[in-house]
């Protein structure tokens, strides 16, 4: 763990002085905008991809690079499997090397970088969301679900297309994300419900819905996968690891709580916040869900990042007086929450050749 929490440092200490040496631009909706010094972002991003890039380990980078290894990535082999533009990714990369360590490198560089981009263009507090993104475990989580997240990755750099309404350009990016990971589609449905009003009846019927399909949750399942039994997603129906920790429905909920109860100085700082609070409703309900099977989590993984972009902005709905408190409230709790979920709950361990060796 030590070359993570040195990286969590490094992260949160270059993307503050990256936003405190930032210079403040005027939209053309009179919004205030941030924009953090470019060469301290180059070196967040140079941390963040070289942790990523270099592990030897987490979750099934072992079972990635294992299949890296065995497979030629033929065009045959390519089209017989369900997410083809993660195998020409894989064809391309191993043309030029046999080493694993490329891919796991090249999916950690897209998928940060695309990343982010959009927390520089669209977070208040740059260095809150950078924060936040490790210490909420979104990072250590693209480094388990590479596919996932790295489609994750591609839909979130498509935000402009969701805020603008460019719903065409939007769905193709979806389309493309898709090839890395089937489950993108579930954005296209999403796009049409995410642009209204936040906190309408229709929010709180969402609310209402996941809470009854816990409730009922045996007979949601037998009906969802009956649904699903012909595709790639037919095999979870026995996937038993349990469900999502109850702590983390609550990390999750703060964030919109407190949006919800500062609803209407959110709409005058952030014109399109009613859209990101709704990805990041969407991302508390599967939740929700996920305390009776943690495979519903999985869904979350395209709209917590959003939840990133919120809690950067929900500092400045309080007055100038209290804003200092609720940051540092914000950097101790998500730092308790680390520490519990990353050493005391999952263990974690961090390998790699690479830093291993150096330190």
């Not at 490094?10 to 005027?26: P, W």
């Not at 497979?71 to 391309?92: A, P, R």
């Not at 891919?103 to 740059?126: D, Q």
């Not at 943690?294 to 100038?320: C, D, G, P, T």
């Amino acid at each position: 763990m030590t070359i993570l929490w040195m990286n969590l440092a490094i992260v949160f200490i270059l993307a503050f002085f990256a936003r405190y040496f930032a210079t403040a631009t005027i939209s053309t909706d009179s919004i205030i905008l941030i924009k953090p010094k470019k060469i301290l972002i180059l070196g967040v991003l140079l941390s963040l991809v070289l942790v990523s890039g270099l592990r030897a380990n987490i979750g099934d980078t072992g079972a990635y690079k294992h299949s890296y290894i065995i497979n030629d990535f033929s065009w045959n082999y390519i089209t017989s499997q369900k997410d083809i533009g993660f195998g020409i990714l894989q064809m391309v990369l191993k043309k030029y090397s046999d080493d694993p360590q490329i891919m796991i490198f090249t999916t950690a560089l897209i998928t940060n970088v695309l990343i982010i981009l959009v927390l520089y263009k669209y977070s208040r507090m740059f260095e809150l969301s950078l924060y936040v993104y490790i210490a909420s475990g979104f990072f250590l989580t693209s480094m388990n679900g590479i596919r996932q997240c790295l489609a994750s990755a591609i839909v979130f750099a498509a935000s402009k297309f969701l805020f603008d309404g460019s719903w065409k350009r939007y769905l193709l990016v979806v389309l493309l994300a898709s090839t890395f990971h089937q489950s993108a589609l579930i954005l296209i449905p999403i796009y049409f419900i995410v642009r209204r009003k936040a906190w309408t009846g229709a929010t709180f019927a969402l609310i209402s819905l996941a809470v009854f399909i816990v409730l009922g949750f045996n007979q949601f399942t037998e009906v969802l996968f009956a649904a699903l039994k012909d595709t790639q997603y037919g095999g979870y129906k026995d996937f038993s690891e349990g469900g999502a920790n109850i702590l983390r429905v609550g990390v999750e909920g703060a964030p919109l709580l407190i949006a919800f109860l500062g609803r209407e100085k959110l709409r005058q700082i952030l014109p399109y916040s009613d859209f990101i609070v709704n990805m990041a409703i969407l991302d508390f309900l599967f939740m929700i869900i996920s305390t009776q099977n943690w495979i519903f989590a999985r869904f979350s993984i395209y709209f917590s990042l959003y939840q990133i972009i919120l809690v950067s902005w929900i500092v400045k709905i309080f007055k100038e007086k209290s804003q200092r408190f609720i940051y540092f409230s914000i950097l101790i709790c998500y730092f308790i929450y680390h520490y519990y979920d990353s050493v005391i709950t999952l263990n974690i361990v961090y390998k790699s050749d690479f830093w291993d060796t150096l330190f």
